[in-house]
């Protein structure tokens, strides 16, 4: 075909050129964009330089075939020979100088030949030993007919690429369209970006704007809230009722009086010019009526019969809020209001104290007078004394007996006297000094609160009880200096002590100074007293005081209750200086027992007075403190030295020639000599036997009767006889022991009493107790 044979004799491409120039015809109007344009010429240079680099290998290989010689024959190359021989294939490399070869550089070719070896397309060419020109024909041919297949796919697809082109001429005009619009809407984002953030700016300062008018808004409508004066406020602070809504009005006029004082920005605005006179007289008329309010309500305490309490609680402070409004804002009526307080409370306090004492006083029973002293003689009457009570009956003076239970009933009501008076009833004064002083806690525990919480005051209360701390103080100062009733004064300190624990307990501390003061007053006096009965046991007569009787004195009984007494109060509190006041009352008491005991003219009866009372004297002890003290301790060691000396004496009363036989000779040798100026006979010692042996049984029911006549106390003397007969015992086995190792002792075996027969009879009186 003609246009192929054109195709093939333009070996620089002409069929791409033709193909070209087809689809640029008028018969063809292809339009390509910018890259469709930009792809075709890549590929259209990739052929180019693919025909280019086809050229300079055959005109290579011509020029090799030419210097070598070399045909390259199908059918006289080795078909069994598949491995390329470049010595075989290339020869012997010499050329000759021809002026045809100075164009052609053959450098490296070994090298290029050796590096394509590896390539199988070159291999296979090179083992089959084609020529390369031809080979290389065929390669081109094929090639271009692959073109032209190629070019002839681009024609059939020709309306495609036409339509084709036509969209992207559409698609390119939209874009630039949309480019152009796009970059409108660029333009007119960065002008709305702007206008954006100037309108934010904006925002933010009427935000501020807004902000502050909103504070000064609300500034304002406080300032106006605080400082108007509604009509309705004036109404009722002028003609309204002192009620609850009467004080949540002065409520609202107390915080528009704070206002205006304490702003000072207020005190220079106009609106107060307006304003301050009506809140003044607003003012003035809530003082002025709520002062004549309270006042009444005061005065209702003034009232007979008023319980106190109970119209604090439910009436005065339901308005404490008034005198909080005349604090601040009318601090001169509030003094007056103060002032009326403490007056009325003052005198109705005082009154109910006064006439209270007054009623406890009659409910009084004495116990005991100056004459009622440890150491004093009990038919001692004087011509200006009077008559008093047997002391069986003024037990209470010494003795602390059920008086304790007023400790133990600390915190019980106070007495109510018309019902104590109804029954006749009397009582020692620690009961009245503590009924008295229980109502005196109430009674200020119970103001002390409500002055705290009404006129939020604490000192206040000091100027109501001013009165009442008179009363009392006068009462206890006309009793005090005529109380002679240690025990009555030890309790009431032990009362205020009980008291001061009670109102820390309860942590008000208003009478803490006034317990004190009392406190201190009450311990000289004791200490006074307590020196009285010591004097009276120093200074004691005794002749006026002894009576012919062995049984415990009536001093000493008192001593050891009052003892007694005393150790019980102070078991609980340690006082060491009462405790040492006690020590000087023991002493005293021994010195007088001793000479009480020097009147009685026989050694026994002493010693049986000393028994009797150191005995007494410990059982009551004993009842105070189980335990055992200093003082039950020395009397202890006191008896048992006593009883040792009476079962001496008891025992020489009976057997007195057993006794002394048993001390002078019973330790001897009887064969000795070297002991005495004789040795001891069977003769010296069968007297001493058979007076033992006649009349053993008749001396020890001698001693009997005698203890039990003698001692007060039954078991102390049963005590006392078994302590006898087992020293008896010991002597006679002293006795029987001497007898044994005299010559010819076994001669007086027929008259000796058997140990047993003598323990029998002690086991026999021993079962009596």
């Not at 609106?271 to 008329?285: F, G, I, S």
């Not at 006749?424 to 000094?433: A, G, I, N, R, T």
């Not at 079962?647 to 002394?660: C, K, Q």
Request: glycine share 4%; net charge negative; hydrophobic share 40%.
């Amino acid at each position: 075909m003609k246009e192929s044979d054109e195709i093939d004799d333009d070996h620089n491409g002409g069929g791409w050129t033709q193909a070209c120039s087809i689809f640029s015809s008028s018969t063809h109007p292809i339009c390509f964009n910018k890259s469709t344009r930009q792809s075709f010429k890549v590929e259209l240079d990739s052929v180019n330089l693919l025909d280019s680099l086809t050229q300079i290998e055959l005109e290579m290989a011509d020029l090799v075939a030419n210097k070598v010689g070399i045909s390259f024959d199908d059918n006289t190359n080795d078909t069994a020979k598949n491995v390329f021989d470049l010595g075989a294939f290339v020869g012997d490399l010499t050329f000759e100088e021809d002026a045809g070869s100075d164009d052609i550089s053959l450098e490296g070719l070994e090298q290029e030949l050796e590096e394509c070896k590896n390539y199988d397309v070159v291999a296979n060419i090179l083992s089959k030993g084609t020529k390369l020109r031809e080979y290389t024909k065929g390669v081109e041919n094929n090639i271009r007919q692959v073109e032209l297949d190629s070019i002839q796919d681009y024609i059939k697809e020709s309306d495609n690429l036409v339509s084709l082109h036509d969209q992207i001429r559409d698609c390119d005009t939209i874009l630039s369209q949309m480019e152009t619009l796009l970059s409108g809407f660029q333009d007119e984002i960065g002008s709305i970006s702007s206008d954006i953030k100037i309108l934010q700016e904006k925002s933010m300062d009427m935000g501020l704007k807004l902000k502050n008018r909103k504070v000064a808004d609300s500034k304002l409508a406080k300032f106006v809230e605080d400082i108007i004066v509604p009509p309705r406020m004036v109404d009722i602070v002028v003609d309204g009722e002192v009620n609850d809504e009467y004080m949540r009005t002065l409520e609202m006029l107390s915080k528009k009086l704070k206002f205006v004082e304490v702003d000072p920005m207020v005190k220079t605005s106009k609106a107060l010019k307006d304003v301050q006179p009506e809140l003044e007289k607003l003012r003035q008329k809530a003082v002025s009526k709520v002062f004549d309010f309270i006042v009444q309500k005061l005065y209702a305490l003034r009232k007979p019969k008023t319980n106190i309490q109970i119209l604090q609680q439910s009436v005065l402070l339901k308005y404490k809020y008034i005198v909080s409004f005349l604090k601040e804002h009318g601090k001169d009526v509030y003094n007056e209001v103060r002032a009326a307080y403490i007056d009325t409370m003052n005198k109705v306090l005082s009154a109910h104290f006064r006439a209270y004492i007054q009623a406890l006083e009659k409910l009084q029973l004495d116990i005991a007078t100056s004459s009622d002293m440890i150491g004093v003689e009990t038919r001692s009457t004087s011509l200006f004394s009077r008559g008093r009570e047997p002391l069986k009956n003024r037990s209470a003076v010494f003795a602390l007996g059920d008086r304790i239970n007023i400790l133990k009933e600390i915190d019980q009501p106070a007495l109510i006297p018309h019902i104590a008076e109804a029954s006749s009833l009397k009582y020692p004064y620690e009961v009245l000094f503590r009924s008295l002083h229980k109502l005196l806690m109430d009674t200020a525990t119970s103001e002390y609160l409500f002055c705290d919480d009404f006129f939020g005051e604490e000192s206040i209360f000091y100027d109501i009880c001013a009165g009442p701390f008179t009363v009392i103080d006068e009462h206890f100062n006309s009793i005090l200096p005529n109380c002679y009733d240690a025990i009555g004064l030890m309790l009431m300190i032990r009362i205020i002590h009980h008291h001061q624990l009670i109102m820390s307990r309860r942590r008000i501390p208003c009478l803490d100074s006034y317990l004190d003061k009392v406190n201190i007053s009450l311990w000289p006096r004791f200490k006074m007293v307590f020196d009285l009965h010591l004097s009276s046991l120093r200074n004691a007569n005794v002749k006026t005081l002894w009576e012919d009787d062995i049984h415990p004195h009536y001093v000493m009984r008192r001593y050891a209750e009052f003892t007694a007494s005393l150790i019980h109060l102070n078991v609980e509190y340690g006082d060491g200086q009462l405790e040492l006041n006690m020590e000087r009352l023991r002493m005293a008491i021994d010195d007088l027992l001793l000479k009480l005991a020097k009147t009685f003219t026989k050694s026994k009866s002493q010693i049986v007075f000393l028994i009797n009372n150191y005995d007494m004297t410990i059982a009551v002890l004993k009842e105070a403190s189980p335990e055992g003290g200093k003082i039950q301790l020395h009397f202890e060691d006191l008896l048992k030295t006593n009883t040792s000396l009476f079962v001496e004496e008891l025992l020489l009363e009976h057997f007195s020639d057993l006794i002394e036989f048993v001390k002078t000779r019973g330790s001897e040798d009887p064969s000795s000599s070297s002991g005495s100026d004789k040795p001891i006979t069977v003769a010296e010692v069968e007297p001493i036997v058979k007076d033992f042996a006649s009349r053993w049984k008749a001396a020890i029911e001698l001693m009997h009767k005698d203890v039990i006549t003698s001692f007060s106390n039954f078991l102390c003397g049963m005590e006392i006889l078994r302590a006898a007969l087992t020293q008896l015992l010991l002597y006679y086995t002293r006795l029987s022991d001497c007898i044994k190792r005299i010559v010819g002792g076994s001669t007086l075996n027929k008259d000796l009493v058997s140990i047993s027969s003598i323990m029998y009879e002690i086991r026999k009186y021993s079962r009596t107790f």
